[in-house]
């Protein structure tokens, strides 16, 4: 063997000895952009959304529009025509969250994008629940009230199609007429994924599709922004109480003191405890309490031979944060919650993982990001500015 191959060989043997001990090297994790939003009308924040992240977003709606036609095999601007034509959500939205389709409005007009695209673009999982999947495996949600000399938390990992990915987003809100702040977690261009306020509510979801949705109520994303334009944790819970929402969902509210999960479908809220007595709550993706079923999820059990437990029972992460929050002796706070997320055995820090978020609450609540894989990057506190409300 010529001498420059015997030195290539032990280099490629040293390398292969490297990566075994020390894993793969990973890849950059993507920039947190921080987008502030304040001042004007809501048509005005849209324009700086739009503007700041023009290049960022006619990416993301073209890659949108790319996977709409490789997984419904039609034109995007077609079954974007179809899709609007069978809902009718903006009376919700003008009704729940005045200003917001303005909001919409400034962001399609400064990036280029036109309005009823821009729109559609929101729709996330309003496209996944009247689409025809009722299996859908993103996002895992805890919850804990304050105790133990602890603040509350409401935490998530934000798993969602990996084209969104390499952009993620904080958009800075200011409401200077109701001294509120906002911190919303959110891909460029959407008006939120989830989120926190200066009066420490935060909210976290996760997406059930086998629950009921209604094509005239309140989509997701407004929702958030609606629940976060509340200046209490009681205040949160009665809007979300009060709303018809679109598309199901699990919610997670949190306050200075409490946090809750409620999994909410078109007709029905219902909170999920995990034991009696529980000083926390988590979630993923299935209904455990809320029985206001899709009607399509009946069948897909009966056409697949299971019966609901044993359903339930193939979600590994659920399992899993059974198996490690099963009473109130468990540990929830910041470390544990980094620890949690960045798992990667149970799945819960996946591939499709967009971002993870740490909320805490109390008297000044912080934002903890992690804009990627937890695992692979690092998270970066945000915090509300001094003149914020408290």
Known sequence: MPKIIRRAAAQGFI????????????LPAPKLRIVDLEGGTPYHMG?????????????????????????????????????????DFKPAISRWTPGL???????????????DTMYAYQLIDELWAIGPDVMPAKCTTVAAGKRNGKPAYVAQTLDIPEFYHGYQTVL??????????TLVFTIPGVVAANGLNSRSVGVCVNAVTQLAYSTKGLPVDFVIRGILRQKTYEQAVDFLQRVQPAAPQTYVIGGPNETAV????????SPFVPFEGAEFSY?????????DYNPRFPEMLKAKDLTLE????????????????????AAIDLDSLQALFKDRASGINNATTYG???????EDPELHVSPGRPDLAMFQVVKFSRRSGR
């Open 310 to 329: 044993s359903y339930r029972a193939r979600c590994q992460r659920f399992k899993f944060l059974g198996g490690l929050l099963k009473d109130n002796s």
């Open 283 to 291: 979630h993923t993706n299935h209904p455990m309490v809320n029985d």
């Open 356 to 362: 993870c978020t740490i909320m805490v609450l109390g």
């Open 47 to 87: 324009l700086v959304h739009g503007r700041t992240l023009k290049g960022e977003i006619r990416e993301l709606v073209k890659r949108w529009k790319a996977d709409i036609e490789k997984t419904y095999g039609v034109p995007a601007d077609d079954f974007i025509a179809e899709f609007l034509k069978k809902t």
């Open 172 to 181: 800075r809100v200011r409401d200077e007429k109701d001294d509120l702040e």
């Open 101 to 115: 389709l303005d909001e919409v409005r400034g962001i399609a007009d400064a990036a280029g994008v036109d309005f």
């Open 262 to 269: 409620f999994e909410r479908s078109a007709g029905k809220m």
């Open 15 to 26: 390398l292969l000895l490297l990566i075994a001990i020390v894993g793969p090297p990973s």
